[in-house]
């Protein structure tokens, strides 16, 4: 998908802050410093919508990205950033909870992993979590360029078992640096926007 159009429509906290128009929504769920700003100004062709920050879990909303007037991307605050407070993680917990599993046109979570290292707990408790709610999720593994050529079939390998991936959720390589997955990606995306 070629995207001329995309802004941000609302940084929300509450439900009542949400969209209203009905558009199938992506949210995109990942540790701080992860990739994921990165990820969604990749996929836009943009450089900078998306903040790409050196304040890992800085952003405490829920970012609505409008994309050619059709679907959200949905930024979720990273997850496993340790300088956080007991009730700002309560906080942040219950506001990505509601969403998550109250949302009717969430099509699928993007839940991206950094292909360099194994999951970490918080990796492997979000994905628990998705597949507890039964929630469609795409495994996008960043900083793909980072891993010489030869060693991505481990490194993909050391993440789908410790995930313990399921069958039909999609597991996609992929490098803002180098575009690598982003058609992929897309074509996923473009099949669950129905
Ligand atoms: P976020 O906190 O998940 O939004 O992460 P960012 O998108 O801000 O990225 C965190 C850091 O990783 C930044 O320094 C990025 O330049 C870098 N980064 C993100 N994606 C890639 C990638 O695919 N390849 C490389 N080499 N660096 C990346």
Do not use: C
């Amino acid at each position: 998908m070629k995207v001329n159009n995309a802004e941000i429509t609302i940084s929300a906290v509450k439900p009542e802050q949400y969209p209203d128009e009905g558009f199938p929504e992506f949210a995109l769920a990942g540790r701080s410093n992860v990739g994921k700003s990165s990820f969604i100004n990749k996929m836009i062709g943009r450089k900078s919508l998306a903040r790409t920050s050196s304040k890992p879990g800085k952003t405490q909303t829920l970012n609505f990205y409008k994309i050619e007037d059709s679907f959200y991307f949905v930024d979720v605050p990273g997850y496993g950033y340790a300088k956080v407070s007991k009730s700002e993680r309560e906080a942040w917990g219950k506001m990505i909870e509601r969403y998550l599993t109250g949302r009717e046109q969430l099509k699928s979570v993007i839940q991206l992993i950094d292909l360099r290292h194994p999951p970490s707990e918080d990796d492997i408790i979000m994905y628990d979590f998705l597949k507890h709610y039964n929630l469609p999720t795409i495994i996008v593994a960043t900083k793909a360029d980072k891993i010489p050529k030869s060693r991505l079939p481990k490194h993909r390998k050391i993440i789908k078992e410790a995930l313990g991936l399921e069958e039909g959720d999609p597991f996609v390589l992929f490098s803002s640096e180098t575009g690598q997955g982003k058609e992929e990606a897309w074509a996923i995306l473009e099949k669950r926007m129905k």
